[in-house]
């Protein structure tokens, strides 16, 4: 229970910096993730026709049946781990896509562009996939 506690208290704090941080844009903070890193391969409205898409194999998945394929429930924690790629899950298979968590790390130390994450590069990374996912659950089917 304290684990879990620890856990959500890790997701909450960042994403709570993240929604400062996207309100003082036009377009949030999660979004722009998605079309930098993202609406590529599987496009912008997230069903996986992007323009590199016909490029890659297998096919990219269409991101608005996240929810839909896991019984109506979004996965946070998959989808945490398969975008975070840091750290390999055996069972979720090959690791098809590219892992943004090393590269929102390369990019926080190369860039310097941590912001108020300036001194906790952790914090930094878990703040960038939280936004992500937050779109990535706005995009799926109702």
């Known amino acids: 229970m304290r684990a879990r506690a620890l856990v959500l208290a890790g997701v909450i ?10 309100e003082e844009r036009d377009t949030p903070l999660g979004q ?14 997230g069903a996986g026709a992007g323009p590199y898409a016909e490029l890659l194999t297998p096919p990219v998945p269409d991101l608005t049946a996240i929810q839909e394929n896991n019984g ?10 398969v ?24 990019d926080a130390v190369e860039l310097g562009t941590m912001g108020e994450y300036a001194g906790d590069r952790e914090a930094y990374l878990r703040a960038r996939i939280l936004a992500l996912i937050s779109h990535l659950f706005s995009l799926q089917k109702k």
């Open 32 to 45: 722009l993730e998605y079309e930098s890193n993202c609406a590529v391969c599987h496009g912008v409205d």
């Open 13 to 22: 704090f960042p994403l709570a910096m993240t929604q400062t941080v996207a």
């Open 83 to 106: 975008i975070d790629g840091r750290q390999e899950v055996k069972a979720h298979g090959p690791r098809d896509m590219p892992i943004w968590g090393d590269r929102y790390d390369k």
């Open 72 to 81: 109506g429930v979004f996965p946070f924690e998959r989808v945490y781990e």
